[in-house]
């Protein structure tokens, strides 16, 4: 099992910024992807960006060149980094795990951090 531990989400004015950390533990050895996902009410829950255990990151094209996902593997801990935030941003953001086997893939949850951006 991988527990997920978000933070860094709160109320901000458009255009401000945001960052959101996730904190990984338990077995969190051979993970594919890290990533950060988002649901707003009445909305699926969508990719926003992800980085692979390599070091690749991609991105939803609404969030592409304003936020940054970036891993720091010491601390086993990811982060997204959020700039010139808009009300369409406003959603619950949840830190995924992804480890895929020849047989399966395991996606991992954190609880969410709900991020609200005022017009």
């Known amino acids: 099992q991988v527990q997920l531990v978000e933070s860094g989400g709160g109320l901000v004015q458009a255009g401000g910024s945001l960052r959101l950390s996730c904190a990984a533990s338990g077995s969190i050895s051979r993970l594919n992807s890290m990533g950060w996902y988002r649901q707003a009410p009445g909305k699926q829950r969508e990719l926003v960006a992800q980085?692979?255990?390599?070091?690749?990151?991609n991105y939803a094209d609404s969030v592409n060149g304003r936020f940054t996902i970036s891993r720091e593997d010491a601390k086993n801990m990811v982060f997204l980094q959020m700039n010139s935030l808009k009300p369409e941003d406003t959603a619950v953001y949840y830190c995924n795990a992804r480890r895929v086997t020849w047989a399966k893939v395991d996606d991992y949850w954190g609880q969410g951090t709900q991020v609200t951006v005022s017009s």
């Open positions: 980085i692979t255990s390599s070091g690749s990151t």
